[in-house]
């Protein structure tokens, strides 16, 4: 059974960055695709960004291009989320997902993290 735990969420200011990181175990974070969601109460879980098992291929939702950045490191079976210039409608609580393939339905993926709350103020 794969698990994944979160960490690096916080508050932080307008304009501020964080880096969350998601560690793995119990599988190589190399076998997945690894992804970024986040979600805010009341909303629908939202996909935030994702990187392919092989080669660099990244994937950002439109709101969030440009301002974050994935990235895996595979000997220490952790995917990051480098997040700059973040913005208030930035804050949520953001979850690390994984699957074997990438999932259109964010409910489909097979494996979750318990997720970090980042908050942005203004």
């Known amino acids: 059974q794969v698990r994944l735990v979160e960490s690096g969420g916080g508050l932080v200011q307008a304009g501020g960055s964080l880096r969350l990181s998601c560690v793995a175990s119990g599988g190589s974070s190399r076998d997945f695709v690894m992804a970024w969601f986040r979600q805010d109460p009341g909303k629908a879980r939202e996909f935030v960004a994702a990187?392919?098992?092989?080669?660099?291929?990244?994937f950002y939702a439109d709101s969030v291009k440009g301002r974050f950045t994935i990235s895996r490191e595979n000997a220490k079976n952790t995917v990051y989320l480098q997040m700059d210039s973040l913005k208030p409608e930035d804050t949520a609580v953001y979850y690390c997902a994984a699957d074997q393939y990438p999932r259109a339905i964010p409910n489909d993926w097979a494996y979750w993290g318990q997720g970090t709350q980042v908050t942005v103020s203004s």
């Open positions: 990187t392919a098992r092989i080669g660099a291929s990244t």
